[in-house]
């Protein structure tokens, strides 16, 4: 059956719209579609659009029958000029649950037909976009933050403090335990992390834990946030209606666990919500992990930093001792130099002064370095047979997985009266130089074999005497083939070390050591050199007043 509609020339057959002049269009029952005048009366409507809207029928204000909106946008249209074009517009609401956007058509003829597009799914879709983009915006930021510093504490701040302004209202990262205490960082949205510790039970929150053991989390419908413990809700929060305790995982160990409070009188978390939660848990109980790996590795290494150093010198039953180190790099603390004093045992026995230099630099030899000055410090009680210690050396060198070697300088030194007396024995070494109360600089007749190349060492000894005032100095080859000068390419020499020295006579060790050692660095400049290490071994020129061996600088008289 075919009905025409007289005054717009519209058929209507079978519940769909056939548009003769002036809709030039098929209208299908796809989408909702109706017409009406420009004063707002309906003309008529296809069946989605009497489905959608009830009230739409012929004759029928738009006011009573469509949404406000629509009503509006009708309201709103004009009739274009003759040969314009028809001003595109479109205009989107709410009908029931759904979402519509309504494209208009406007006819010269005073008719207007709107075309109602269901587009709800469509921005369902473009909302979980831009939701998972932000997402994955804030992912990134935190990963940036979290990564940009192996400092644990900031880690964990700054963990506390995205979750509480991001992800929920309040948040806690909870640390393993530290005896019978919780570590706490605490955060509230618009505050700043607060550090704190408890005494408590971790089983008192659900799912606790678990998450400190790296369980995967207890959904959060079955944590009732009344029953959790007074520690965990922040002074001032209120009662919270949603809770999620989720684990940090780490690199093998859990590096602690994030518990996400909201507020009684919000929205709770949903189950994406939580899936996320546990996406940012990953990032910063990883960055946490590395950063507690860090702090681990480092202590242990200032531990191991601090065996590794050289000592700091005094002054030893009466004889004057002082040193001076610096690695060939400026980033670096040791290296392959070194050198040690080892007091006497007994009142009136020679103490021991060792330098060496290990083959190569940097952190390999300087592991070289502290196995052979452990292996001395074992062998004191030979201290004063150097032939014996440094076949000793030797032996255990050659038995190591080691494939360095090493040049060293053995010294005994005893104050004898108001001198010292000295034996001093190079195994591949520089011999010492002696400074006496004149200026005149003389080398210690000694020479040897290197350790730990071949199975044999051979090595003379030299004796010697300082006065007071007189000095023997012991140095590593750094400082004689430093490169350096005018022209960036020349080395200092032993002939100008010993000018250096001569120009040091009468001067107490300690000053002796800062004048070679500024003397160098001027030479070298910003160029290249090997390990420095030197030792001075001064006679005193007065004598000791105090009454702790020498231990302190006490008095002197003249």
């Avoid at 592991?367 to 009680?381: C, F, M, S």
């Amino acid at each position: 059956m075919t009905s025409t509609n007289p005054a717009t020339g519209v058929d209507v057959q079978g519940g769909s719209l056939w548009s003769r002049a002036p809709y030039p269009v098929l209208i299908a029952d796809l989408h909702p579609v109706l017409i009406a005048d420009l004063q707002g009366a309906i003309i008529l409507v296809n069946e989605a659009a009497s489905a959608l809207l009830p009230q739409a029928r012929p004759g029928t204000p738009m006011a009573d029958a469509v949404p406000d909106w629509l009503s509006s946008a009708h309201a709103a249209l004009r009739i274009p000029r003759q040969g314009a074009a028809a001003e595109p517009a479109v205009w989107s609401g709410r009908v029931g649950d759904r979402v519509f956007e309504a494209h208009p058509t406007v006819e010269d003829s005073g008719t207007v037909l709107w075309w109602l597009v269901d587009t709800t799914d469509h921005r369902l879709a473009e909302e979980a976009l831009r939701r998972e983009r932000e997402r994955t915006a804030f992912l990134g930021r935190a990963s940036n933050l979290l990564l940009s510093s192996l400092n644990l504490e900031r880690c964990t701040n700054v963990t506390a403090q995205m979750a509480a302004e991001h992800l929920a209202d309040a948040a806690l990262v909870v640390a393993p335990m530290r005896g019978n205490r919780l570590p706490i960082v605490t955060c509230l949205g618009d505050g700043n992390p607060v550090a704190s510790s408890a005494i408590a039970d971790p089983a008192s929150v659900p799912g606790l834990v678990e998450a400190l053991q790296g369980f995967p989390p207890v959904p959060t419908r079955w944590v009732d946030p009344r029953t959790v413990p007074d520690w965990v809700v922040p002074e001032g929060f209120g009662a919270p209606g949603s809770i999620v305790v989720t684990p940090l995982p780490g690199h093998g160990v859990p590096a602690g666990a994030l518990i996400l409070l909201r507020r009684a009188d919000g929205p709770g978390f949903t189950p994406e919500e939580e899936v996320f939660a546990r996406l940012f848990a990953a990032r910063a109980g990883a960055a946490m992990s590395a950063a507690r790996l860090y702090a681990d590795q480092s202590a242990i290494t200032d531990v191991l930093m601090r065996e590794l150093l050289p000592p700091s010198l005094r002054q030893v039953s009466g004889v004057d001792f002082a040193g001076g180190y610096r690695p060939s790099e400026d980033h670096e603390r040791i290296g392959g130099d070194f050198y040690d004093v080892h007091p006497a045992a007994t009142e009136g026995a020679p103490s021991l002064v060792v330098l060496g230099d290990v083959c190569g630099k940097g952190l390999e030899a300087a592991v070289l370095t502290g196995k052979i000055r452990n292996t001395l410090h074992a062998l004191l009680p030979l201290a004063d047979d150097h032939q014996r210690m440094l076949a000793l050396l030797n032996m255990a060198l050659l038995n190591s997985h080691h494939t360095r070697f090493a040049t060293l300088v053995l010294a005994s030194a005893v104050r004898e009266g108001g001198s010292v007396r000295m034996r001093v024995t190079s195994a591949g070494h520089p011999p010492p130089l002696v400074v006496r109360a004149t200026g005149e600089v003389e080398e210690a007749d000694t020479r040897g074999t290197l350790i730990g190349a071949i199975p044999e060492v051979r090595a003379d000894s030299a004796d010697l005497f300082l006065a007071p005032g007189e000095t023997c100095v012991l140095y590593t080859d750094g400082f004689t083939e430093a490169r350096g000068g005018p022209m960036g390419d020349a080395m200092f020499g032993e002939e100008r070390l010993r000018r250096v020295l001569a120009e040091c006579a009468g001067m107490p060790a300690e000053g002796i050591v800062e004048r070679i050692q500024m003397v160098a660095a001027q030479w070298v400049g910003t160029g290249r050199h090997d390990d420095m290490a030197v030792v001075v071994v001064s006679a005193p020129r007065s004598h000791h007043l105090s009454a702790v061996n020498g231990h302190t600088r006490g008095r002197f008289t003249a």
